[in-house]
T-cell receptor, first 113, second 114 residues
Framework: DAGVIQSPRHEVTEMGQEVTLRCKPI?????LFWYRQTMMRGLELLIY????????DSGMPEDRFSAKMPNASFSTLKIQPSEPRDSAVYFC???????????FGSGTRLTVV | GESVGLHLPTLSVQEGDNSIINCAYS??????FIWYKQESGKGPQFIID?????DKRQGQRVTVLLNKTVKHLSLQIAATQPGDSAVYFC?????????????FGKGTKLSVKP
């Protein structure tokens, strides 16, 4: 089991550019979560999917953020246009059942300059 | 690696001592709780969980205690080792209107002195 796989590990981009973060959940897990971690706010839930369907996106900061899960093995989080305040570590996590512990990926450290 | 917070509560212990990390949760309807460990540059890692119908659960060198009356959760680590140095998060799962969402606390940084 390779765990939750995120790419890229690091991303440095200029303000205004589009950024796409990718996640491959653990096979057989039916829930997928995107979190953002910053020094000021800690871990914040952005959006989560259950069986590829977005269930709660109330944590998505604004319309610049969008997430998709076209199939059970892949999800993307897109920021367009990116801004310096989006700089953070973005984690993807998956779980098999509702209300169970998640398995986190290693994260993508995003720096917007 | 990512620094998870300059203002995190910090617990400093001597190697071999026991550590107790505390957490106050917010939702009295939460019925499932988890402790995570996050090392520098890595994602949070599951340590131990507990359901609200229990008040204590033990794992390998770790024990989680739940006090629902005061909405308090604690993690005890026996014979703390340098490898235990990390940030520890508690997380709760509310039951109403939730389909698996976890709400994370701010975290406590554990520093183990050799």
């Amino acid at each position: 089991d390779a765990g939750v796989i995120q790419s890229p590990r690091h991303e440095v981009t200029e303000m205004g550019q589009e950024v796409t973060l990718r996640c491959k959940p653990i096979s057989g897990h039916n829930s997928l979560f995107w979190y953002r971690q910053t020094m000021m706010r800690g871990l914040e839930l952005l959006i989560y999917f259950n069986n590829n369907v977005p269930i709660d996106d109330s944590g998505m900061p604004e319309d610049r953020f969008s997430a998709k899960m076209p199939n059970a093995s892949f999800s993307t989080l897109k920021i367009q246009p990116s801004e310096p305040r989006d700089s953070a570590v973005y984690f993807c996590a998956s779980s098999r059942d509702r209300g169970r512990g998640y398995t986190f990926g290693s994260g993508t450290r995003l720096t917007v300059v | 690696g990512e620094s998870v917070g300059l203002h995190l509560p910090t617990l400093s212990v001597q190697e071999g001592d026991n550590s107790i990390i505390n957490c106050a949760y917010s939702n009295s309807a939460s019925d499932y709780f988890i402790w995570y460990k996050q090392e520098s540059g890595k994602g949070p890692q599951f340590i131990i969980d507990i359901r609200s119908n229990m008040d204590k659960r033990q794992g390998q060198r770790v024990t989680v205690l739940l006090n629902k009356t005061v909405k308090h959760l604690s993690l005890q680590i026996a014979a703390t080792q340098p490898g235990d140095s990390a940030v520890y998060f508690c997380a709760e799962s509310p039951t109403r209107g939730s389909q698996g969402n976890l709400i994370f606390g701010k975290g406590t940084k554990l520093s183990v002195k050799p």
